[in-house]
């Protein structure tokens, strides 16, 4: 971000130099003012940080999901590192080959990958199973095979433990009051047609497809559009996949980024430091609650309007 400003103002480092004697002399003593190739040079960095500036910018929000947008960020480094390396300028084969042995360090064993991963890419309606083989097949297309069977193995082990889970609270939160039999159930089941029958012999696999079997056999959704909203997607669904809803809770909650959490602590380190000790923990959160909600709201707050209500708050009297 640094040099995208000073890009721009290429003409006016040039002007300084030409023009104004002392700041041409003070950046003689130093290293020197910038020539025609150190610009080259700010324009072609500019070039290649941009995408890792954007990436890191879709995978460290604290406002939307970013769990299911990991493992396509890291498909599109793999293909960038690579496309540096068979370019044509030395130096950024030089630069990018130092790149991806750093990435290797940390993703170039598909082992070691955390599972939530490839779970959270599973889970979005959008992507499933389809495009987890196909950043397999980009990153580790030697061992593509047994990392999808991993993958697979895993997804069904996950599966069963929230079912079984699921179950549990199903049967607790079930009546003990037994149910009486309908014998008019029994005379209408004697009397279905066997076009019926023939009917509900073929929904036999069908009905013994598991919830998990069911979601990744249907057809992905095609809602691309930046105002899909994942989380509401599965709050609609979750009627047809309850136990998959539940994963789905759980997975996309954890943050992929950490710059969320530590830009709270640094606001905190700035609300409670040593000359505001005394603070308690309920005045510091609403301190750093409030901070955080003034600097996101798009319309203009009158506090006079909530005077009221906190002397309420603070009375007693609110109903919550």
């Known amino acids: 971000m640094m040099l995208d400003v000073a890009a721009k103002y290429e003409h006016a480092f040039d002007s300084y130099v030409r023009d104004d004697n002392s700041f041409f002399l003070d950046l003689t003593v130093g290293n020197g003012f910038p020539t025609f190739d150190d610009w080259e040079n700010v324009r072609r960095i500019i070039k290649i940080l941009q995408p890792f500036y954007d990436l890191t910018l879709k995978v460290s929000g604290s406002l939307h999901v970013t769990a299911n947008c990991f493992w396509e960020t890291l498909i599109e480094i793999h293909c960038l590192l690579d496309e540096w390396l068979n370019?044509?300028?030395?130096?950024?084969?030089?630069?990018?080959?130092?790149?991806?042995?750093?990435?290797?360090?940390?993703?170039?064993?598909?082992?070691?990958?955390?599972?939530?991963?490839?779970?959270?890419?599973?889970?979005?309606?959008?992507?499933k199973m389809g495009f987890v083989d196909f950043g397999v097949q980009q990153l580790f297309p030697n061992f593509a095979s047994e990392?999808?069977?991993?993958?697979?193995?895993?997804?069904?082990?996950?599966?069963?433990?929230?079912?079984?889970?699921?179950?549990?609270?199903?049967?607790?939160?079930?009546?003990?009051?037994?149910?009486?039999?309908?014998?008019?159930?029994?005379?209408?089941?004697?009397?279905?047609?066997l076009a019926v029958q023939h009917y509900l012999k073929q929904r036999v696999g069908l009905e013994n497809k598991s919830e998990l079997d069911k979601y990744?056999?249907?057809?992905?959704?095609?809602?691309?559009?930046?105002?899909?909203?994942?989380?509401?997607?599965?709050?609609?669904?979750?009627?047809?996949?309850?136990?998959?809803?539940?994963?789905?809770?759980?997975?996309?909650?954890?943050?992929?980024?950490?710059?969320?959490?530590?830009?709270?602590?640094?606001?905190?380190?700035?609300?409670?430091?040593?000359?505001?000790?005394?603070?308690t923990p309920t005045m510091v959160e609403a301190l750093i609650c409030t901070q955080d909600w003034l600097r996101k709201s798009k319309e203009s707050i009158n506090l006079d309007g909530y005077v009221a209500e906190v002397q309420d708050m603070e009375d007693g009297k609110a109903l919550f």
């Open 147 to 193: 990392v999808m069977k991993m993958v697979e193995r895993d997804l069904h082990c996950l599966f069963d433990e929230y079912s079984s889970t699921f179950g549990r609270v199903q049967v607790h939160g079930q009546s003990s009051i037994p149910k009486k039999v309908s014998m008019s159930s029994e005379l209408h089941q004697s009397r279905m047609s």
């Open 87 to 127: 370019c044509d300028d030395l130096d950024i084969v030089s630069m990018a080959s130092k790149m991806k042995d750093k990435y290797n360090k940390y993703w170039g064993d598909a082992t070691n990958i955390n599972f939530l991963v490839y779970l959270a890419n599973i889970l979005d309606p959008r992507r």
């Open 216 to 279: 990744l056999t249907e057809e992905e959704d095609e809602n691309n559009s930046t105002t899909f909203d994942l989380l509401l997607w599965w709050k609609v669904n979750s009627p047809r996949y309850p136990i998959l809803s539940q994963m789905a809770r759980d997975v996309f909650s954890i943050p992929i980024s950490t710059v969320a959490s530590e830009s709270a602590f640094s606001t905190g380190g700035r609300v409670l430091d040593g000359f505001r000790s005394l603070l």
